[in-house]
T-cell receptor, first 112, second 113 residues
Framework: DAKTTQPTSMDCAEGRAANLPCNHS???????VYWYRQIHSQGPQYIIH???NNETNEMASLIITEDRKSSTLILPHATLRDTAVYYC?????????????FGAGTRLFVKA | DGGITQSPKYLFRKEGQNVTLSCEQN?????MYWYRQDPGQGLRLIYY???????QKGDIAEGYSVSREKKESFPLTVTSAQKNPTAFYLC????????????FGDGTRLSIL
């Protein structure tokens, strides 16, 4: 599975949109983009995933560029509880999670 | 509610002692995984199992052992051969062959006395 590159940390003001970028320039045509987040001392929580179309759910929106080499996770109105480490992952879905690579992610600080 | 349960939440090990971490899921998932997380780092794969009675080594299997006697259960034993066992251990499961995400437990934090 392709590797991803994310900024080490980001700040966001409470109530503003948080835009978290991810580069996955070696992504292949059958790899999905997944986003998880991890709050301190808890397990990662799934947020959203997509293949090539933009996706939205109750937690966030996922914007994938047309060439699929990068994506952005958008938290539309960040709250203090959104402070966490956010992981961007790409993987082929007909193989097992043993190929899933969780890097260090982006540490998002939401400030009052 | 369906989910993954890890126990205990905190565990202490003496030098030379084996300890077993529990992971149970009621999601009817075929595949289960164990990861290790060190402070400020990502997740590293220890072992995984795609079917009952079968499991495979991940990237850092040395000093660990697992079993998969039931679909719902995937216990991890940290043996005395693991010289640096202090870490946060995460169990996950997923339905194979779909684009559905992995589900994670809330982890076990293991420390050495």
């Amino acid at each position: 599975d392709a590797k991803t590159t994310q900024p080490t940390s980001m700040d966001c003001a409470e109530g503003r949109a948080a835009n978290l970028p991810c580069n996955h320039s070696t992504i292949s045509g059958n790899e999905y983009v997944y986003w998880y987040r991890q709050i301190h001392s808890q397990g990662p929580q799934y947020i959203i995933h997509g293949l090539k179309n933009n996706e939205t759910n109750e937690m966030a929106s996922l914007i994938i560029t047309e060439d699929r080499k990068s994506s952005t996770l958008i938290l539309p109105h960040a709250t203090l509880r959104d402070t966490a480490v956010y992981y961007c992952i790409v993987r082929v879905t007909n193989t097992g999670g043993f190929k899933t690579i969780f890097g260090a992610g982006t540490r998002l600080f939401v400030k009052a | 509610d369906g989910g993954i349960t890890q126990s205990p939440k905190y565990l202490f090990r003496k030098e030379g002692q084996n300890v077993t971490l529990s992971c149970e899921q009621n999601l009817n998932h075929d595949a289960m995984y164990w990861y290790r997380q060190d402070p400020g780092q990502g997740l590293r794969l220890i072992y995984y199992s795609q079917i009952v009675n079968d499991f495979q080594k991940g990237d850092i299997a040395e000093g660990y052992s697992v079993s998969r006697e039931k679909k719902e259960s995937f216990p991890l034993t940290v043996t005395s051969a693991q010289k640096n066992p202090t870490a946060f251990y995460l169990c996950a499961s997923e339905r194979q062959g779909s684009n559905q995400p992995q589900h994670f437990g809330d982890g076990t934090r293991l420390s050495i006395l």
